[in-house]
C-alpha cells in the first residue's frame, strides 16, 4: 500500500469520524433539551429513572463537549 492510499484512507475515516461526532452531537443536544424541559412529577416512575439516567450520562460530557452538543441543535439550557 502507497503512502498516498494510506493517507487518502485516514482521510476517508476521518471525514466519516466526523460526520458520526455530529450526529452524536445532536443526539447529545437534544436529549438535554428533553431533560431540561421535562417536569418528573408529571411521569410515571420508570420514566422517571430513564431520564435520570441520561441526565447522569449527559453531566459526564466534557462542558465544552455539551456546548458543542447544545449549540449543534441550536439550544441553550438556563443554568
Do not use: F, K, W, Y
Not at 435520570?52 to 447544545?70: H, K, M, R, V, Y
Amino acid at each position: 500500500m502507497t503512502q498516498a492510499t494510506e493517507n487518502n484512507m485516514l482521510c476517508e475515516e476521518l471525514e466519516l469520524l466526523m460526520i458520526e461526532r455530529e450526529t452524536l452531537l445532536i443526539i447529545a443536544g437534544v436529549a438535554a433539551g428533553l431533560i431540561a424541559e421535562i417536569r418528573t412529577s408529571d411521569l410515571p416512575i420508570r420514566t422517571v429513572e430513564a431520564a435520570d439516567l441520561l441526565a447522569t450520562s449527559i453531566n459526564q460530557l466534557p462542558e465544552e463537549t455539551l456546548q458543542d452538543a447544545l449549540n449543534a441543535v441550536h439550544a441553550s439550557i438556563a443554568s
